[in-house]
């Protein structure tokens, strides 16, 4: 961690207490830094502890949920102990995050010019009418060409792509230092969930963000991410800078995954797409959480997890295959 | 929005004619006639009842008739009760009028006054000790029928304790200004909660589950990651959501204000349309009977298009073009 890092995760974990005694280990001990400029990609399949990690980081966890340990650095400072009212000087504020599905995000009873505003207001105790000018720049800078209207109508008159724009738009409207998308485009089409990316990567260096991308997309991560970290069962397996990843993918999970992606040159020793699915999170195996779909498993790993350790500079594993 | 309002009315009317056809039909089916009570009475000559029927022109064909009574209605000339001595329909209708929308609105009121903060509170805690009570409130206030809860009522507050009166709407006619207006609430607030009663469990109910519904989505997620306090959650994004059906029923409601204290008023001797009708009823005075069927009916087709209304207003999802 450096001075200018925008967030710092130190041994996260945030747990789902059920019902019959059990407990839902969502996020289970992780680590992760994102520097200013860098797209951080967070990736893995569905049930992976993806959202609840982004949602960890806002402090916006609800029961029976709860961070039970690690600490949160956004711009050097510990938040994950804050109160909730504290937090809400630092959402919307230092921190921007948007969501999955543009079409039910936005309040459909008021404008969005009104949820625009409300957050200038109260993160930059501007005057309405100052928050309004604003509004219309930010609607501009997201790609409403007629912004001047585009305040006055309600999300149901906008499409998906836009009501996402509407979304980046009132996520960077106080110039966070750290923008969340949690897969911002899997709701949208494919002719534009591109262009929403690419808005993500323009607002991400106009404005120097750190931005954490969640997605189950490694098409997505090849185009925009700097770094990957690729999570299984509430737990990262594998860290890597992108070029690292692609080219020399240690753990069998990520190779699964990279065996999934449609590819021009598929190479031959990459394994067929994963069986099964993601355990959910108070079912996760003893040992090695990826052994009940492991192709390599071993004796080993049904016993022991194993940790997470440098594989070369810059590249963790957690595999037993690799020591 | 206009248009849309002008068209709907404009569908009113022949709504309104299919209900003189059936109010008609219903009264024409129903047996006998005003005199089947005093015909039995020897004292009275058949030539004398068969005479007073030609009069009134019960004798003509079926259709002639319905055609004479809906010109006289449309001319604002509702008849004249046969019971009370052939006193204008309209005068007794407007007088009792007032004192049961008072009694309406005073029942809405406290309705929403006690439904609505419950219902978010439930939601806000589900689970908890104040939670479970309202819900048995709930269950209770939908399960005991109005009568009962009203004579029960009476007999705790006004018997027992001796706080409300239980009978009519003033003490006397000889108090004026704020003393009358107190004396009025005053009598208002014993029938007025019983006729709440059942209104106050629902309308919670539903507070509660569509405030819990709409703290579940995912608009909230965003206004909490935009920074927005409990307050503004609640108040500002979760409320206007919550209400939009609330209001909708309140619409519905309209229609229920006036027919629907009948034996409310009954319990409570309490002189307003529930009480005359039930009379008319019983004594079989069909050019009462209706008018009020037709004044009722009036009322729930303007509750409907109220209804449509507030639900163009609070949802901006719905327009009518
Ligand atoms: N409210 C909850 N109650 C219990 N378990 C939960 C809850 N939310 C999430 N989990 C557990 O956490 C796991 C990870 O969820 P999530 O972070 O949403 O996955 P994703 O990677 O798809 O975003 C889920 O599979 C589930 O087992
Ligand atoms: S530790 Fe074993 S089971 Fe787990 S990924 Fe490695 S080889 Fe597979
Ligand atoms: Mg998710």
């Not at chain 1, 753990?251 to 995954?257: A, D, F, R, S, V």
């Not at chain 1, 390599?296 to 016993?303: A, I, R, S």
Request: glycine content about 8%; hydrophobic content about 45%; aromatic content about 10%.
């Amino acid at each position: 961690m450096t001075n200018s890092t925008v967030l710092s995760v130190e041994g996260l974990k945030t747990y789902f207490y059920l019902d019959d005694n059990e407990i839902a280990k969502a996020v289970d001990h992780v680590d992760f830094a994102i520097e200013p400029g860098e797209t951080l990609a967070l990736v893995g399949e569905s049930g992976s502890g993806k959202s609840i990690t982004s949602l960890s980081i806002m402090n916006l966890i609800e029961k029976p949920g709860k961070i039970v340990d690690g600490a949160i650095y956004l711009n050097g400072k510990n938040i994950v102990d804050l109160s909730d009212k504290k937090m809400t000087e630092i959402r919307g504020k230092e921190v921007g995050m948007i969501f999955q599905e543009p079409m039910t995000a936005l309040n459909p009873v008021y404008t969005v010019g009104n949820q625009i505003v409300e957050v200038l207001r109260k993160h930059k105790k501007m005057s309405s009418s100052v928050a309004k000018k604003r509004a219309i720049e930010l609607l501009k800078l997201v790609g409403f060409p007629r912004a001047e209207e585009t305040i006055k109508e309600h999300p149901h008159q906008l499409s998906g792509g836009m009501r996402q724009r509407v979304m980046i738009a009132i996520a960077i409207a106080c110039e966070p230092k750290l923008l969340i998308a949690d897969e911002p485009t899997t709701a949208l089409d494919v002719t534009i969930q591109a262009q929403i990316l690419d808005l993500i990567d323009e607002m991400k260096h106009k404005f120097d963000m750190g931005v954490l991308l969640i997605t189950h997309d490694l098409g997505v991560v090849a185009e925009y991410a700097d770094r990957v970290l690729v999570m299984y069962g509430g737990q990262i397996v594998e860290s890597a800078t992108k070029q690292t990843l692609f080219n020399d993918p240690k753990h069998p999970y990520t190779n699964g995954l990279l065996a999934s992606l449609p590819s021009l040159d598929k190479q031959t020793d990459r394994l067929g797409a994963i069986k099964g699915t993601v355990p959910p999170a108070h079912r996760f195996p003893k040992g090695c959480r990826f052994s009940t779909r492991c192709p390599h498993v071993m004796e080993k790993c049904l016993h022991a997890n194993p940790d997470l350790i440098p594989e070369s500079d810059g590249h963790e594993v957690r595999c037993h295959l690799f020591k | 929005m206009y248009k849309y309002i002008i068209r709907r009315i404009l569908i009113f009317i022949p709504m309104l004619l299919a209900l003189t056809i059936i109010v008609f039909a219903l009264a024409q089916a129903a047996p006998g006639d005003p005199f089947t009570g005093q015909i039995l009475d020897p004292n009275i000559d058949p030539e004398v009842y068969e005479l007073r029927r030609e009069e009134l022109g019960l004798n003509d064909p079926v259709p002639v008739q319905y055609f004479n009574w809906l010109t006289s209605i449309l001319s604002g000339d509702l008849g004249q009760s046969i019971y009370y001595n052939g006193r204008s329909v309209l005068d007794l209708i407007s007088q009792r009028f007032p004192n049961t929308m008072y009694l309406g609105v005073f029942a809405l009121a406290i309705t929403l006054m006690i439904s609505i903060p419950i219902g978010i509170y439930s939601a806000r805690k589900p689970y908890s000790a104040l939670d479970y009570g309202a819900t048995g409130f709930g269950f209770l206030g939908l399960a005991i029928p109005n009568f009962f809860f009203g004579l029960i009522a009476i007999y705790i507050f006004s018997i027992n304790f001796g706080w409300f009166p239980s009978q009519g709407t003033i003490t006397s006619n000889n108090l004026t200004g704020i003393t009358a207006l107190i004396d009025r609430l005053h009598h208002l607030v014993l029938p007025g909660i019983t006729l709440g009663l059942a209104g106050t469990a629902t309308y919670m109910r539903y507070m509660r589950s569509e405030v819990l519904d709409v703290l579940g989505s995912d608009y909230i997620r965003t206004a909490k990651a935009k920074g927005m306090t409990s307050n503004s959650v609640l108040y500002k994004h979760t409320l206007r959501n919550a209400l939009i059906p609330i209001v909708t029923l309140m619409g519905f409601e309209f229609g229920a204000l006036v027919s629907g204290a009948v034996i409310t008023e009954q319990v409570f001797n309490f002189p307003g349309l529930g009480t005359l009708f039930l009379q008319s009823v019983m004594n079989q005075d069909y050019p009462v009977i209706m008018s009020m069927c037709l004044l009722f009916g009036v009322f729930i087709l303007v509750g409907n298009l109220l209804a449509d209304i507030f639900y163009c207003i609070v949802d901006p999802r719905i327009r009518y073009d």
